[in-house]
């Protein structure tokens, strides 16, 4: 088993180098920066920048979901009916959104530990407890957009007739019903352009993350640009690589957005 396990574990370093956009065979700086300070391997930096974008858009896409998942929950208490939820709602989207980002990720990268270390003390545990940078970031980031997205979600919900809610119980759908199969796709088309500019944001906001150590595109191409003195050309490097991911998520969001506009269509 364990023969298998590491076979499968060179094939995959071998396809990961192949497709390496960076510093695989056909990467970017394999083929395009030898000999220079982008280069890959001991002679250049691009195999910390690879590894810096990699660690950039795994931690926006990790966070997308959570927050999306949180937004809607949000959305959902804030039109309930208990008074309570609503309330709840209210004080979390204003806590949120009235922090500034940075100050939310030093709350969540030094408080939760701080938190989560009392908590375990008071049932036994001693051992010390350490959050990394990528798990507070992705938290920080989680609660910040899930307070703007509980707003979009909102307004989204608003726009949706009430006689909506109505036929699906006529036609005897129990409400998860009517929400997941009636309310949800004219959700996301409603939503879906505030989401969009979320999802900008939050790959900006990503940036963030690098003060508390974690080793992302502005950190990465930080350390390059003091070691090499050469701080015009790695942050430009860095404002490329962001402008990539910007353009990247534009044609992405544009086939989401057609696909969701045919499926209204077909309805």
């Given at each position: ?25 056909v ?10 300070l ?52 209210a ?29 375990l ?72 352009p ?67 506009k ?6």
């Amino acid at each position: 088993m364990s023969g298998l396990a590491s076979a499968l574990d060179a094939l995959w370093a071998l396809v990961s180098h192949i497709f390496d956009p960076f510093c695989g065979s056909v990467g970017v700086f394999s083929l395009f920066a030898n000999n220079t300070l982008l280069a890959c391997g001991d002679s250049g930096w691009g195999d910390e920048i690879g590894f810096g974008f990699k660690v950039t858009v795994t931690l926006a896409c990790a966070t997308l979901p959570i927050g999306l998942t949180i937004g809607f929950l949000i959305a959902l208490a804030a039109q309930s009916q208990e008074k309570l939820l609503r309330r709840a709602a209210a004080i979390y989207t204003t806590i949120f959104r009235g922090l500034p980002e940075l100050l939310t990720l030093f709350i969540v990268y030094y408080g939760l530990q701080i938190f989560l270390q009392a908590a375990l003390a008071a049932i036994g545990f001693q051992e010390r407890l350490e959050i990394n940078a990528f798990f507070a970031g992705m938290i920080a980031l989680a609660f910040v957009f899930s307070s703007y997205c509980a707003e979009v979600l909102q307004s989204a919900f608003k726009a949706i007739p009430n006689g909506q809610y109505e036929a699906g119980a006529a036609i005897g759908l129990s409400k998860t019903k009517t929400m997941l199969l009636v309310i949800l796709p004219q959700l996301i088309r409603i939503a879906l352009p505030g989401i969009v500019n979320l999802w900008m944001n939050l790959l900006k906001d990503t940036a963030l993350v690098s003060v508390v150590g974690l080793t992302d595109i502005i950190r990465q191409t930080g350390i390059a640009a003091r070691v090499t003195k050469e701080a015009f050309l790695f942050y430009f490097i860095a404002c490329a690589l962001y402008l990539v991911l910007a353009i990247l998520s534009s044609i992405a969001i544009g086939f989401i957005d057609r696909w969701t506009k045919r499926a209204g269509v077909s309805r």
